[in-house]
């Protein structure tokens, strides 16, 4: 089968490859992939800055959808035709999970979705809803997770609230995505009025151009009186007025760092205003599962901004790193 793997650090160190067909053990399925997609955290893999000890050479790309064509001795879950995701943790499936499980993903350390199969744990692949097509369906295990457990799982997301999303990557697009699909009033900034446009498409209650509006928080809080939730991609140079704009006993999801690692802020609203700051590493099986129900339900619609060949993989990367992008980029097989 053919592959791509990273055998040094930056876009030039992926080299196409052929490895021989692997074959499914006890407990899992083998996946012939139809459509990848890339997060940020895949760029940052391949640029050596998510983890500069990860060892090479790997299959890059943690997010990916195809067709089961053989499964292992005792699997009775999952069978050969069925349309699946792979799960971006192969191991977490509820609850809480051990620093052991929360290593178990997929794109670094362990091989990603970047060839033509992948054997996967039989556990760790979720069949996907057919109005999906394959590169909608390939945009879920991360980016739409991340979004659904920051805002669902973790959030506990009620009609009605107010959400504030940073930008309009995949994250913050889904997080749009879902805020309306749950009645919430979703409120997105971004330094683009074309991209806003198209967020009020999708249902945004409120816009702001964060570049005519350099405080952009206290424009929110005059707006709102304090957001119920903040999906918070920005990271150093944002979450100082993430916490100016939380209401008391806000919730602020952290899930990127765009903008840098070191936050320029004062840690004391976090006290005064009793504010739930939480982390989001993606999310488990059974959150999973509960997103794919909702998006059936709903009948949303991922919305993907550009499709290339997979063995495009450079240039998508490119892409990806000039941030221009509204939602996601996918490879198609």
């Known amino acids: 089968m053919r592959a791509i793997e990273l055998q040094s650090f930056g876009a030039n160190g992926l080299h196409r490859v052929d490895r021989p067909l692997p074959e499914p053990g006890v407990g899992e399925v083998r996946v012939q992939l139809r459509a990848c997609s890339l997060n940020y955290r895949d760029f940052m893999t391949v640029s050596g800055t998510y983890n500069p000890r990860q060892p090479l ?6 997010d990916g959808v195809g067709i089961i064509d053989a499964v292992g001795a005792g699997v009775t879950q999952r069978k050969v035709g069925e349309r699946v995701i792979g799960l971006f943790n192969q191991l977490w499936q509820d609850g ?33 809803p057919e109005h999906l097509t394959d590169v909608q369906a390939a945009t ?25 999303i940073q930008g309009t990557g995949g994250v913050s697009i889904f997080a749009l995505q879902f805020a309306v699909l749950m009645g919430a009033r979703p409120i997105v900034i971004s330094s683009s009025d074309a991209k806003l446009e198209r967020a ?20 929110i809080l005059a707006l709102t009186g304090g957001v119920d939730h903040v999906v918070e991609v920005g990271g150093g140079q944002t979450f100082g007025q993430s916490l100016l ?58 919305v993907v901004e550009r499709v290339l060949p997979w063995t495009d993989a450079q240039a998508a990367l490119a892409e990806m790193a000039t941030g221009q992008h509204f939602g996601k980029i996918a490879l198609a097989f």
Do not use: F
């Open 57 to 62: 050479p790997l299959v890059p790309l943690s």
């Open 96 to 128: 809480e999970a051990t620093p052991e499980v929360l290593r178990a993903t997929l794109g670094g350390p362990l091989g990603g979705m970047l060839r033509e199969y992948a054997v996967l744990r039989a556990d760790g692949v979720l069949p996907v």
């Open 140 to 164: 879920l295990p991360c980016a739409a997770l991340t979004a659904w457990t920051a805002l669902v799982t973790q959030g506990h997301l009620k009609a009605g609230e107010t959400v504030l």
């Open 200 to 219: 009020r498409a999708l249902g945004a209650w409120q816009t702001l151009n964060y570049k005519q509006e350099p405080a952009w928080g206290k424009k």
């Open 245 to 302: 704009v939380a209401r008391p006993h806000g919730h602020i999801a952290v899930i990127g760092v765009l903008s840098g690692v070191q936050p320029d802020a004062t840690l004391l609203p976090i006290l005064m205003k009793n504010l739930r700051v939480l982390g989001v590493m993606v999310g488990h099986a059974a959150s999973a599962r509960a997103m794919l129900t909702a998006i059936e339900a709903g009948r949303l619609q991922p």
